[in-house]
Each structure stands twice: as structure tokens, then as C-alpha cells.
């Protein structure tokens, strides 16, 4: 029987270093950095991405398309209701895709990240990685204006992945602000601890 693909998933919400940390462990050899990959949404518009990651998100959508889910196909809704067939498909071509590379997502769906988990589709481990709400709420009206609705969400968000991850041993939580200072040993400690996992 076949491995199931190897994720690392980064828990957090957004203007919290999801996107930082997803970078630094892509400098792993061992790791492929895939970016938000579960938004499946956004293959539609694969032709206004950078030539570097065009060609892999075509294939890959390309090889989805074959198992009957097109790019037309793949709306927000849809994606988000759709049954685990679409999941273990996707899954495995993307790790195909990274020649079995272990593979870092950012993608902040935790709803369907718990949902693939839950279905044991691949082996997981999580980054929970937490910042400041007072930063997140920075970043978030240095881009977008205020909106007290921020804090509110982080905390739900929080919460929930607190729920999921409570009592896994295929865990890490890492703080945006250590990360920013000491990047080296911060990931040298993600890396040493999901490396013992798989």
C-alpha cells in the first residue's frame, strides 16, 4: 500500500507569518512549500501567476481534471462542500507533483484541512503559529482599514485549532514574534520535531 502524502500544515489566521513561515521551511530540502494549495478555488486563475509556479499549478490542474473537477468546476462553495474523492485526489497529485517531498500548506481553510485530517488521507503535522493580536490587528488595518471584527476572529480561530490540536503528539506551537527574532532556532526546532514525527 502506497504512503499517504506527507503535510506539514500551518494552523493560524491571516497577518499572522503564515506565509513567512511557509517560505523558511521550503528552504528544507526535505519540503516542498505548496503556499495556500487547498484553496482549489483560485486554479481558475492559474495564467495571472508568476511563470516560477505557473507550469506546477497547471499540471496539477491538469491531472484533476482528468478525475472529472475542472477549473470551471471548482467554485468556493463546491470545493469547500466537496466529498473526500476530490481531497484524495488532490492530495495525492500534489504530492506526486513534489516528487514525495514532504509538503508545507498555509492554506488558512481549516475547515477542510480538519476535514482531510479527520478522513486520514494524508499524515499530518501542525505548525500552530500564533501572533500578537495587536500585530495581526496592525497589519490588518495597515492593508485593509480598521475593523474591530479582526480580534474576534482571531480569537475564534484560535480557539478552534486549540479544539483540534488538543491532545495530538504531531504538533508544534510556534510563536510569529520568536519566529522574527531567532528564525534559525525556531526552525531548527519545528524542523527537529516534525522530523522525529515522520
Known amino acids: 500500500m502506497p504512503k499517504k502524502p506527507r503535510y506539514i500544515f500551518i494552523l493560524t489566521t491571516g497577518h499572522s507569518g503564515g506565509t513567512l513561515l511557509n517560505l523558511l521551511l521550503g528552504a528544507s530540502p526535505a519540503i516542498f512549500a505548496a503556499g495556500e494549495s487547498l484553496r482549489l478555488w483560485t486554479l481558475g486563475t492559474i495564467d495571472r501567476q508568476s511563470e516560477d509556479t505557473r507550469g506546477f499549478w ?5 491531472a484533476l481534471a482528468t478525475q472529472g473537477w475542472t477549473a470551471k468546476d471548482l467554485e468556493r462553495q463546491r470545493v469547500e462542500e466537496a466529498p473526500m474523492d476530490l481531497w484524495r485526489a488532490w492530495t495525492t497529485i500534489i504530492s506526486d ?9 498555509k492554506s488558512l481553510s481549516f475547515a477542510i484541512i480538519r476535514k482531510i485530517c479527520e478522513a486520514n488521507l494524508v499524515d499530518p503535522f501542525f505548525v500552530h503559529l500564533i501572533r500578537d493580536p495587536r500585530g495581526v490587528d496592525y497589519s490588518y488595518r495597515r492593508k485593509y482599514g480598521r475593523n474591530w471584527r479582526t480580534a474576534v476572529t482571531w480569537q ?9 490540536l488538543r491532545g495530538k503528539s504531531n504538533k508544534i506551537r510556534l510563536r510569529y514574534e520568536d519566529l522574527c527574532a531567532f528564525p534559525d532556532v525556531q526552525m531548527l526546532s519545528v524542523l527537529r520535531v516534525a522530523g522525529a514525527h515522520f
Open 58 to 62: 497547471g499540471t496539477a490542474a491538469e
Open 97 to 105: 507533483q513534489a516528487r514525495g517531498h514532504i509538503i508545507a500548506d
Open 156 to 164: 475564534k480561530s484560535h480557539f478552534a485549532i486549540e479544539r483540534f
